[in-house]
Structures are given as structure tokens and as C-alpha cells.
């Protein structure tokens, strides 16, 4: 393989506006991943009760799994940077930091750790000015989080679960090596339609990203058919 490499990332937007990206480029790309779907069963028996066997809910359910390699030796090549300048004060410390805000909520007018503040007003029920639709709108949420692993794979998440093991120490006890296990369950334009979004929102953009997506892979998909070599002889019953 020659040229550069495309490195991961979790794109991670706070409830501000105009949605400022906080970028969480993945120092080494992880070594492999599981990418899961998984199917809700219609409600019923089927064979039993009307319902279709056929019938689902809505959309698959869809989660990544992986682990992302640390290491502050790296980072502080080329030196006078302000990379290597974390990396000598806090080791991984800082890449650290930036995965475990993902899982953090983010409440209204609350002063976020990028140093923006939360609009007011995130708290109650919002109504649109003419008419209903309305919706209540939580006291906090997490930030709406992208996982980006090329143009071709770009999906909303929210992180499950985050496990992180420190191998090696600075004098000062800051990590140096660590190990990050990520557990990501990406999010359906269904659920994305509760966060209300608004044309230009973290929640908008969601939706965008998850929509070009399914179409690259909808795309892809057609695209798979079976070559003169590849073909097999299929007879329907009748």
C-alpha cells in the first residue's frame, strides 16, 4: 500500500449554534473492528398471532467495536509543538480526556470544556411558532458524536461504553501507553427525528451523514453482481 493513510476519527458537535466540530483524530487507526447489526423481531408470534413475519420497527440496529493504541512518545515528534507540549505535561492524558467528555451530558448554559457555552432555553417544551408539533426537551444529552472512517463511512453515534487500559507512566504517574475499547451504537434518522433536527443543528447534520451513507452502501450493493465467473445457476420453485 503506498500513500497516506486515512485516519479515523470521532467528530464530536456540542449543542451550540451555529454546531462548532471538536475533532478526535485517531492517533493510530485500530487493528481491526466489529461492526454489528442486528434485527428487532416483529411483535406476535408469528405462525400464531396476525403479525408478519416479514414486519419490522424500523431500521437495523448497527454498533462498532474497537480498539485505538496511544502512545505520548509519538506525539512529541517534532518538538514545539502543542501536541508535544501535552504529551510532556500529561502523557495520553489529554487524548484520554477528549474520548471520556463523549460520554459526558452537556446541560443548558452549562459552560462546555471547549470553553463555548450551551443555549439557554434547552430545558421544558418547544413548540414550533405556529402550531404543534411539540416536544419535551431533556434537562441534559450527551453531545451528538460522528465516526468518521472515510468519506464512505461517516454514521452518528453515541459512545456505550469507553474501557481504557494504562500500560506505561510518566515520572508523574500520567499515562503514556494506553489502550482505549470503544463501543459505538450508531443512531437512526428515526431516533435523530426526537432530538428536533432543525435545519443547520448537531442533530441535522446526523441525519445527513447517516442518509449519504445508506446511499453509498445501498449503491455499493448494487453494484455487487455476479460476473460471467462468479454466477450461479439459480432455479425458482414453482
Do not use: C
Not at 474497537?66 to 510532556?88: E, N, R, S, W, Y
Not at 418547544?126 to 434537562?139: E, G, I, R, V
Amino acid at each position: 500500500m503506498s500513500g497516506a493513510l486515512t485516519k479515523g476519527a470521532l467528530v464530536e458537535y456540542l449543542p451550540t449554534f451555529p454546531p462548532t466540530p471538536v475533532v478526535t483524530v485517531f492517533q493510530y487507526n485500530p487493528e481491526s473492528m466489529v461492526h454489528t447489526w442486528t434485527q428487532a423481531q416483529p411483535s406476535g408470534k408469528p405462525g400464531v398471532e396476525s403479525s408478519n413475519p416479514l414486519a419490522v420497527p424500523g431500521l437495523p440496529g448497527e454498533s462498532f467495536q474497537f480498539t485505538i493504541f496511544l502512545d505520548a512518545d509519538d506525539d512529541m515528534v517534532p518538538l514545539g509543538t502543542a501536541l508535544a507540549q501535552a504529551a510532556q505535561e500529561s502523557g495520553v492524558g489529554t487524548r484520554l480526556a477528549a474520548l471520556e467528555m463523549l460520554l459526558y451530558p452537556v446541560t443548558s448554559g452549562q459552560s462546555t470544556a471547549r470553553g463555548a457555552a450551551s443555549p439557554g432555553g434547552l430545558i421544558g417544551t418547544a413548540s414550533a411558532a405556529s402550531a404543534p408539533p411539540t416536544w419535551n426537551l431533556p434537562n441534559s444529552t450527551v453531545p451528538i458524536v460522528l465516526f468518521f472512517w472515510n468519506p464512505n463511512r461517516i454514521v452518528p453515534v453515541r459512545v456505550t461504553t469507553l474501557t481504557i487500559t494504562e500500560t506505561l507512566y510518566d515520572t508523574d504517574l500520567n499515562p503514556a501507553h494506553a489502550q482505549a475499547q470503544l463501543s459505538l451504537r450508531v443512531l437512526t434518522p428515526t431516533e435523530l427525528k426526537a432530538a428536533n433536527p432543525a435545519p443547520g443543528t448537531p442533530a441535522n447534520l446526523a441525519m445527513v451523514a447517516y442518509n449519504q451513507t445508506f446511499v453509498t452502501r445501498r449503491e455499493w450493493a448494487k453494484n455487487n453482481t455476479a460476473g460471467p465467473h462468479g454466477s450461479i445457476a439459480l432455479k425458482p420453485p414453482h
